[in-house]
């Protein structure tokens, strides 16, 4: 990324400074050296000079300068250092290393002419006699009453090389210093570095989700500090995660279990949310729909107006919408605006309830009356037009008159079978409904024989036809004359339906904790199709034939009902010319 590593940011700068810091001491410290020892000579000189001072004053006094130069010769080799003396005018009286004949007049030497002027003075200078560089020390013997001027030099070579020598040293601590000091440096920022780079993998880690890291990264204090606190908002982290995951599961879960469809639709008629009911609905899967325009997943140009409806002006909206896939069904859908917490519009929320069964149960309704009024219709114009002639334009012979009469008979007698049914229909529905039905344990087989004798004429009983096959100890807990009427039913339908010398059976059992009564005829049968709708009201797989045997077509209603208010069911077996076996299935009575 072109940034520089901990290394080459801290490195360098401390490089410098340490190497500037090092130069630094060693320059002052040199020079510090160098003056020290400057004025310690120059101390030593001033002294050496003091001290010749008194031997010379008597000889400069005489004015005997063989002498001088005798005591100059004799001084300088043992101390090493070189003595000149100088008159007030400036002539050299006597020096310990050169003729003062030769030599020229030192007034204008700086530390002889501060001298001369009363002062001690100090020069370092080459000297072109002695040909090397020397350090000057001058000064006045004024008490004296000649005044005359004592000069000590020495050579600064000797100064020079030792002052060197301790430079040297100091500059080679100062290098080792500085190898020691950037050695320090690298580790020290190397380790940092190794502490930082755990640091960088641990958030990595956490990154990815990886809440189990051990962000205990070890280095400096601030470096762990950092680590204890990453540490500490991961496990926050994983914790508030952890809420939200929970959250989200049973919102989920919620929303998965709901009977009612719910779909969430952004402003752009995108879908963002569909739970599984929504999807059965619209015949999708939810990975399937997020994403997609709500044209897409519904395929509906209702359902995509109600949505853009809510969108355009922020209201709810309510609609029945007709589906066709994967089957017909009905959807009440329930659109309302999803809003912000600031009340801004993000987009549709729609809830979608299947009605399918109450539209059907509407229809069934409509037809039944339908039906019903039609059923009562036939009878009643039939009865209304005989009375009508009768009263109007009696027929002539007594036979004709009873003719009519006995059709008038037979239709009341007809209406009469009808609303009989349909009021054992209501009142079953009714029972059922608020679950009054009055159950006794009742024995199967007198009940059955109880049905025959009374429904059963004589001639038909008498001629053999019915067989029953029950065991005498099978018992139901059941309302007794409920049964017997479907029994009945059952019956009348087998010996109505079949040819008058066929048999007709009645065999009832006990399988796997159900009783069993079934009757069987060896009649026409019935052909498949008609089999699922049997039961309906008013349903008939010959009308004509049904009215003429005197059937109102709500036998087997009357008789599915029964079975259901007991918590059973009946089930129908039938071939075209086989036969036909209805079976009343009732729960065993349990007397345990
Ligand atoms: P219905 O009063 O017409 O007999 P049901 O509800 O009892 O009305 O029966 C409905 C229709 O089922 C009848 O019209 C008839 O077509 C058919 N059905 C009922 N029982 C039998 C049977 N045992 N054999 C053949 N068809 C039958």
């Given at each position: 990324m072109g940034r520089r590593s901990l290394l080459w940011t801290i490195a360098p700068p401390l490089f410098v400074i340490l190497a500037v810091a090092i130069a630094l001491v060693t320059g002052f410290t040199g020079r510090s050296v160098r003056s020290f020892f400057v004025a310690r000579t120059a101390a030593d000189l001033e002294n050496q000079a003091r001290l010749t001072m008194r031997d010379l004053s008597p000889l400069v006094a005489a004015d005997d300068h063989a002498a001088i130069q005798e005591l100059c010769r004799n001084i300088g080799p043992v101390t090493g250092v070189r003595f000149t003396i100088i008159g007030?005018?400036?002539?050299?009286?006597?020096?310990s290393q050169g003729d003062p004949r030769t030599m020229d007049n030192h007034a204008g030497r700086p530390e002889v002419a501060a001298a001369l002027a009363g002062k001690p003075g100090r020069a370092t200078r080459y000297s072109a006699t002695l040909g090397n560089r020397r350090l000057y020390v001058a000064l006045p013997a004024?008490?004296?009453?000649t005044p005359f001027v004592v000069r000590t030099s020495m050579s600064l070579a000797d100064l020079n090389s030792l002052i060197s020598s301790i430079n040297r040293r100091i500059a080679t601590s100062g290098v080792i210093l500085f190898l020691v000091a950037s050695g320090a440096v690298l580790l020290l920022s190397r380790s940092l570095g190794l502490s930082l780079d755990r640091l960088r993998r641990g958030a990595e880690q956490l990154a990815e989700?990886?809440?189990?890291?051990?962000?205990?990264?070890?280095?400096?204090k601030e470096i762990v500090t950092v680590g204890e606190a990453m540490q500490h908002m991961s496990a926050k982290l994983q914790e508030q995660l952890e809420t939200i995951e929970s959250e989200r599961n049973e919102l989920k879960a919620v929303m998965g279990s709901m009977v009612e469809g719910v779909m969430a639709v952004d402003?752009?008629?995108?879908?963002?949310g569909l739970n599984l009911a929504g999807a059965r609905m619209l015949d999708t899967a939810t990975p399937a729909a997020m994403g997609r325009t709500i044209q897409e997943v519904g395929r509906n140009r209702h359902l995509t107006a109600l949505v853009q409806a809510v969108l355009a002006d922020s209201n709810t909206h309510e609609a029945d919408i007709h589906l066709t896939m994967p089957e017909e069904r009905w959807v009440q859908v329930h659109a309302t605006p999803l809003l912000a917490?600031?009340?801004?519009?993000l987009g549709a929320l729609l809830v979608m309830n299947d009605i399918t069964r109450l539209r059907r149960l509407e229809t069934m309704r409509r037809d039944f009356v339908a039906n019903v009024s039609h059923e009562l219709k036939t009878p009643i114009t039939a009865i209304k037009g005989f009375t009508e002639t009768l009263l109007e334009d009696p027929p002539e012979t007594a036979g004709e008159r009873d003719r009519f009469l006995t059709i008038i008979n037979n239709q009341s007698d007809r209406l009469e079978a009808i609303i009989s049914d349909l009021l054992d229909l209501s009142r079953l529905e009714q029972e059922t409904d608020m679950g009054s039905l009055a159950k006794t344990p009742t024995a199967l087989a007198p009940l059955v024989d109880r049905v025959i004798q009374e429904s059963v004429n004589d001639q038909v009983r008498a001629g053999g036809r019915i067989t029953i096959a029950c065991p005498r100890d099978l018992r139901i807990d059941a309302n007794p004359s409920l049964i017997a009427q479907a029994v009945g039913n059952l019956l009348a339908n087998a010996l109505k339906y079949s040819p008058e010398d066929s048999p007709v059976t009645i065999a009832c059992s006990l399988e796997s904790g159900e009783v069993r009564l079934a009757v069987t005829d060896q009649g026409p049968g019935i052909a498949a199709e008609h089999l699922p709708r049997l039961?309906?009201?008013?349903?008939?797989?010959d009308k004509a034939r049904s009215r003429q045997l005197g059937?109102?077509?709500l036998g087997l209603a009357i008789v599915k009902h029964i079975a259901q208010a007991h918590g059973g069911r009946l089930d129908i077996r039938s071939r075209l010319g086989a036969g036909s076996t209805f079976t009343l299935i009732l729960p065993h009575e349990d007397r345990s």
């Open positions: 007030p005018d400036g002539s050299v009286l006597g020096d004024q008490d004296e009453t989700g990886n809440f189990a890291v051990d962000l205990d990264v070890g280095g400096p402003r752009a008629e995108i879908v963002f917490a600031d009340g801004t519009l039961c309906e009201r008013f349903y008939r797989v059937g109102t077509g």
